[in-house]
């Protein structure tokens, strides 16, 4: 266990924490890319696994600025999200629906993603390492964005398939 002694140390901690969560997400974005409907929506969890291949390897970046080799902390949040997002994919649902559910899932991941690395470039500013702020900024932006546009494709026709597709449902009955 790391004596959590001083900003540093905790930034530390905080970067094996966000290593876990980048790494399991590396794991869990081709399956949910596979259970997506939506052409755009599959686009934008593909491009999001190139982009969390390249968290990871800042992330690396900050390990050897920190003087530490890259070693995870599990992150519980990340599995715990990611366990949620399973289940949620494994329910019968209609395909609009389910990419209304990833969508969904999917923020929950980039607002946590969002907290943390908010928190630890910050935290890197306060001690004075601009190069590690640097890093975690760049990740923290493309988080944002990543939300964004996850917000876009929801709004733009996904939610509202799904509700369509609820009401034809129910006149079916």
Known sequence: MTKLNSLETLLLHEVQDLY?????LVKALPK???KVSSPQLRSAVEEHLQQTEQHVNRLEQVFGLLGAD???RTCKAMKGLINEADEMMSEKASPATRDAAIIAAAQKVEHYEIASYGTARKWAQTVGRDDITRLLDETFKEEEQTDRR????ATSGINQKAAEQMEEEDFAE
Do not use: I
């Not at 996850?150 to 494709?153: P, V």
């Open 20 to 24: 876990s969560a980048e790494k399991q």
């Open 150 to 153: 996850l917000t876009e494709l």
């Open 32 to 34: 949910v890319a596979k």
């Open 70 to 72: 890259p070693k995870a």
